[in-house]
């Protein structure tokens, strides 16, 4: 099965409101990267933690390889929050960060 | 800083066109990887390289070949383009800390 789940599929959020993103691990990972795609379908760099939590702006992000997840927090929603995002991780040693399905974000009025 | 190019930002084929997309990066990282995107799926790994001439298969390289004769670049080529094919394919590099990099991406479009 997949070594990353990643949920919900599909979020919606009122604006203001916040709500996390979720991946689970079916094995131990060395470090989690979080990336939103961009209107031209590139991979933009949200976060990389090997441990811990780190927060930029609305956005939290939180590993914990013993427990195996990651969340993504978003808190106070904006309309340009909506897209796609999506968690890789790295098992090590084998160059080959495996990725999550991707969460649909929409961010309404 | 540095920065990851790929070329063309746009490319339209036609069926059974063989094809080549091309990635430069100035980070002077040497791991570099080629994905693909489906709209409404996840990533999908082509081929990866760990140094300068080397190749290494991921999950959907059938169909794809791969040439990294230098360390700055890193090609693909689509070996025979099928008909109303429509994906961005992007090139990534692994930087420092194991964190992944992405180019703008390649907008392919098959008529």
């Known amino acids: 099965g997949d070594q990353v789940e990643q949920s919900p599929s599909a979020l919606s959020l009122h604006e203001g409101t916040g709500s996390a993103l979720r991946c689970n691990f079916t094995?131990?990972?060395?470090?989690v990267q979080w990336f939103r795609k961009n209107s031209r379908g590139s991979l933009i760099n949200l976060f990389y933690?090997?441990?811990g939590t780190k927060e930029n702006g609305r956005l939290k992000s939180a590993f914990d390889s013993k427990e195996r997840y990651s969340t993504l927090h978003i808190r106070d929603a904006q309309l340009e929050d909506s897209g796609t995002y999506f968690c890789?991780?790295?098992?090590?040693?084998?160059?080959?960060?495996?990725f999550g399905k991707g969460t649909s974000l929409v961010v309404h009025p | 800083g540095g920065i990851i190019t790929q070329t063309p930002k746009f490319l339209i084929g036609q069926e059974g066109q063989k094809l080549t997309l091309k990635c430069q990066q100035n980070?002077?990282?040497?791991?570099m990887y080629w994905y693909r995107q489906d709209s409404g799926k996840g990533l999908r790994l082509i081929y990866y390289?760990?140094?300068?001439?080397?190749?290494q298969k991921g999950d959907l390289s059938e169909g794809y070949d791969a040439s990294r004769e230098k360390k700055s670049s890193f090609s693909l080529t689509v070996t025979s383009a099928q008909k109303n094919e429509m994906a961005v394919f992007l090139c990534?590099?692994?930087?420092?800390?194991?964190?992944?990099?992405f180019g703008p991406g390649t907008r392919l479009t098959v008529l």
């Open positions: 980070f002077n990282h040497d791991t």
């Open positions: 890789a991780a790295d098992s090590g040693g084998n160059y080959k960060p495996t």
């Open positions: 990534a590099l692994r930087g420092g800390s194991y964190e992944q990099y």
């Open positions: 390289s760990i140094t300068e001439n080397d190749l």
């Open positions: 094995t131990t990972m060395r470090a």
């Open positions: 933690l090997a441990s």
